[in-house]
């Protein structure tokens, strides 16, 4: 027993399951994994395990898992659905990739979880009712559902935000709160210890309601980092100490790679045992000093995540964390209390609504949100490293050596001599990033704002892959004229990012130009000017929207960009002779534009078509296409390339695309 005892206490233990752990690691991900489903199957039969009725779609375990996308109907929502086994026919397709370059990546998301397929239904048949514990799911989903806090209590006790607008709480860097974590099981727990005194009965309770805690949740991987660890813990401390704290940790953390080393894409795991790592280095104490120090630690580990996710860091999180923890801290029980003492709610109620008012407040203090740039994943594994160094020698330099590294990951974009023009894939619209030399410039040309495709292109990934290339700024927004396809996220952007100038078109505002001229005026500028960007207007005064789009043709080190916005046919043929290397195809490859005369006045070496996918309108044109054939001019369409860009530098000009 004692040489058992010797070997897993020994370096050699840790170090063969360390190295097994890598080999098992590569093997994953070097492997295709293959689905036991294909795009021919109509039919699956299995058992719902989570139910999403705000976005009309559920999860559904059969041979494997597989979304299921399905138009309830309001009889059917009163149905109880999760733990049901129920017939699904319809329409496989394969989850999307994204078009817009480092944003996210759907069909890698869903591939991680084991999740090859999407399902369209049109028909869903149930076979049997839900078992025991599926049945208890749900009552406690409709306990919960009764009460006037209820998208709070799931918010908070759940870990479920549907219906809940979360931005001010993203925009904080206190989101986390809102997902079931350690702190929520340690109060949980806490709870009921106080209940039971820590009596055998109490143990064994505790045992149950902690699983079943967890199967509600969903058994995340962070939830279940914190139920292992607690009962490693105990198990760790009926050995007589077998293993330290941080000998414990990196076991089990290995153990989870192992069972699924696709647990190192999830985010909530990442966080769960990357925070949890630093918390083995804080002493205990509760001064403000100290609680302070832990905060700023925290913060530290945290940016390597942030950064790789979503670009940017909140600093002013540290200081808001000392707020909002405590704050969450308090409204844990209440909302737990809440659901046995039905007259709680008016109070929870207040503190609830105080909770999000403050977030709401706080968000306004956008001042030390840190933008950085993407890089390579060994930029921030050599990060962590001098991280481990500092939290286990406690010396300065490694801190220096950090915010080194991370000063100048933040400055290498401003290093970049070249200059790019991107045309976003923002499926049936318009949007385009034009960035000069050094970054001295930044602007964005329409904000696309399609009201078709609600799964993929949202002005939130055109706001992550701007943040992706470290541009913190945009200098200028023009929005070539108010049709929604070409300024629908112009307000949100506004309102998130930090824009500049705005620059309308001649013609009378539309709604969505109104609402920037009412809520932004002092931003309006009348015309475009660059120091960086050679610019030329050929804009037409016109009372249609179309044919009053902003017309610009950008040159950047000789290289020349055109752009038409949505001119008709009319407006091209006033023009005056322009040439033009590259030209972005008016109005999506309609027939009302790009005439054989003008293109063949402009005669560009590449012709750019933004349009989305099995788009209503049938464009581009079949027209459009002729004549750029006839005229030889080689073309390319977001819908098949997806974001198409242009690194222009003094030798000229790269073209780069999505996909091939």
């Not at 200081?319 to 209440?334: A, D, E, K, T």
């Amino acid at each position: 027993m004692q040489s058992w005892r010797s070997i897993l206490q020994s370096n050699l233990f840790f170090l063969f399951l360390f190295f097994l752990t890598i080999i098992i690691t590569l093997h994953a991900y070097c492997i295709q994994n293959e689905s036991k489903y294909s795009l021919d199957t109509t039919e699956i039969i299995g058992t719902i395990t989570e139910v999403s009725m705000e976005e009309g779609k559920f999860t559904i375990k059969g041979k494997e898992k597989v979304i299921v996308y399905y138009d309830f109907k309001e009889e059917e929502k009163k149905e109880e659905w999760i733990g049901s086994l129920v017939r699904v026919s319809g329409k496989f397709v394969e989850p999307k990739e994204n078009t817009i370059p480092n944003t996210f990546n759907y069909k890698e998301y869903l591939y991680y979880k084991h999740i090859y397929y999407l399902c369209y239904a049109n028909s869903i048949e149930k076979l049997k009712e839900p078992n025991i514990l599926y049945s208890l799911k749900n009552n406690v989903n409709e306990w919960i559902e009764q009460n006037p806090n209820h998208t709070y209590l799931k918010a908070i006790l759940l870990g479920s935000t549907e219906g809940l607008d979360t931005t001010d709480m993203e925009k904080n860097g206190v989101s986390h709160l809102f997902a079931v974590s350690g702190m929520h099981f340690a109060l949980f727990i806490s709870m009921v210890s106080f209940l039971f005194k820590k009596s055998r009965v109490g143990n064994i309770v505790l045992f149950v309601l902690l699983w079943f805690y967890a199967f509600l949740v969903g058994f995340t991987p962070s939830v279940l980092r914190v139920v292992v660890f607690y009962y490693a813990k105990k198990i760790n401390h009926y050995a007589k100490d077998l293993w330290s704290d941080k000998q414990l940790f990196l076991f089990l953390f290995l153990c989870f790679v192992l069972i699924n080393p696709f647990y190192l894409k999830d985010v909530g795991f990442e966080f769960s045992f990357l925070l949890s790592a630093c918390f083995l280095y804080f002493e205990r104490t509760k001064t403000l000093k100290s609680i302070l120090k832990q905060n700023c630690m925290i913060f530290l580990a945290s940016i390597p995540i942030c950064a790789i996710h979503f670009y940017e860091v909140n600093a002013f999180s540290i200081l808001l964390n000392l707020i909002f923890i405590p704050f969450m801290s308090f409204l844990y029980p209440m909302c737990l209390l809440n659901l046995f003492i039905p007259w709680m709610s008016g109070i929870l109620s207040f503190y609830l609504n105080l909770f999000m008012w403050l977030n709401h407040l706080a968000s306004f203090c956008n001042f030390l949100i840190i933008v950085i740039p993407k890089v390579s994943i060994f930029f921030w594994l050599v990060y962590l490293v001098f991280l481990y160094f500092f939290f286990e020698r406690k010396k300065k330099k490694f801190l220096v050596l950090l915010l080194v590294l991370l000063c100048i990951v933040k400055m290498m974009p401003k290093w970049d001599s070249n200059a790019y023009v991107y045309f976003i894939d923002v499926g049936q619209g318009d949007a385009s990033l034009i960035v000069s030399p050094f970054q001295k410039e930044v602007l964005l040309l329409d904000t696309g704002g399609s009201i078709y495709d609600r799964e993929h292109y949202t002005g939130s990934n055109i706001k992550t892959f701007i943040y992706s290339l470290g541009i913190d700024k945009i200098n200028h927004l023009v929005l070539s004229h108010g049709d929604y396809d070409h300024m629908g996220n112009a307000i949100g952007f506004l309102k998130e990012m930090k824009i500049q100038h705005v620059i309308l078109n001649p013609n009378e505002y539309t709604d969505g130009e109104e609402e920037i001229v009412k809520s932004y005026p002092k931003k309006l500028q009348k015309s475009l000017q660059s120091k960086y960007i050679g610019i030329e207007e050929f804009t037409k005064v016109n009372k249609e929207e179309n044919a009053s789009s902003l017309i610009y043709r950008f040159t950047l080190y000789g290289t020349s960009f055109l752009f038409l916005g949505d001119a008709p046919k009319e407006i091209e043929d006033a023009l005056p002779n322009i040439q033009s290397d590259v030209v972005k195809i008016a109005h999506h490859g309609s027939n009302t534009s790009s005439s054989f005369s003008f293109l063949k006045r402009v005669h560009p070496k590449y012709a750019i078509i933004s349009v989305g996918k099995n788009n209503s309108y049938g464009h581009p044109s079949e027209e459009t296409l002729d004549t750029l054939n006839t005229l030889q001019i080689p073309y390319y369409e977001t819908k098949d390339q997806g974001t198409i860009w242009f690194q222009i530098s003094k030798k000229g000009e790269k073209l780069q695309v999505m996909t091939s």
